[in-house]
T-cell receptor, first 113, second 114 residues
């Protein structure tokens, strides 16, 4: 069975600084998707970034980028120029061939003014 | 375009009562999901339906049943609620299964079982 592990329950970063959130996963599949979702206090779930396993190039979305290491089964999220609005829970997620999405336990990020 | 709509938004039950959480999506998605979110435990998959006519257990199915009524609707039933089922429940759907793959979430149901 697939598993997703986020080992950092809480993190904080100064405004305008850079922070990296860690995620590791376990799967025997070769083709899959990886995601980072953001959940602000409103409880809404927002897609931050998506990575397809067959693509070697790391995905980027404005200030958000990932470091995807397929062999190591690692998928970290880097947030550059952190903003107060980035304060939220961040979830790493995996989706494989069965279309079943598995989430990690989340990292609570606080951006400090 | 409403996306994923789930009802109710809040519910308080007594132990042993039953209830059904409703979920509907208007995006013609094939796959639908039910998750529960508890502090420190992330989102855990209860049941999912990869396509109309199929349902499969997720990580925490005990105490729940689901019905994929049609392509739009996927309901979650608690037959005899227990305090351990106090949680926030999310319905979600996905349909692309392509390079635009993503989950679309409902706004959540806060359920308290006393």
């Amino acid at each position: 069975a697939q598993t997703v592990t986020q080992s950092q329950p809480e993190m904080s970063v100064q405004e305008a600084e850079t922070v990296t959130l860690s995620c590791t996963y376990d799967t025997s599949e070769n083709n899959y998707y990886l995601f980072w979702y953001k959940q602000p206090p409103s409880r809404q779930m927002i897609l931050v970034i998506r990575q397809e396993a067959y693509k070697q190039q790391n995905a980027t979305e404005n200030r958000f980028s990932v470091n995807f290491q397929k062999a190591a089964k690692s998928f970290s999220l880097k947030i550059s120029d952190s903003q107060l609005g980035d304060t939220a829970m961040y979830f790493c997620a995996f989706m494989g061939g069965t279309y079943k999405y598995i989430f990690g336990t989340g990292t609570r990020l606080k951006v400090l003014a | 375009n409403a996306g994923v709509t789930q009802t109710p938004k809040f519910q308080v039950l007594k132990t042993g009562q039953s209830m059904t959480l409703q979920c509907a999506q208007d995006m013609n998605h094939n796959s639908m999901y039910w998750y529960r979110q508890d502090p420190g435990m992330g989102l855990r998959l209860i049941y999912y339906s990869a396509s109309e006519g199929t349902t499969d257990k997720g990580e925490v199915p005990n105490g729940y049943n689901v019905s994929r009524l049609n392509k739009r609707e996927f309901s979650l039933r608690l037959e005899s609620a227990a305090p351990s089922q106090t949680s926030v429940y999310f319905c979600a759907s996905s349909g692309e299964h392509t390079t635009n793959e993503k989950l679309f979430f409902g706004s959540g149901t806060q359920l308290s079982v006393l």
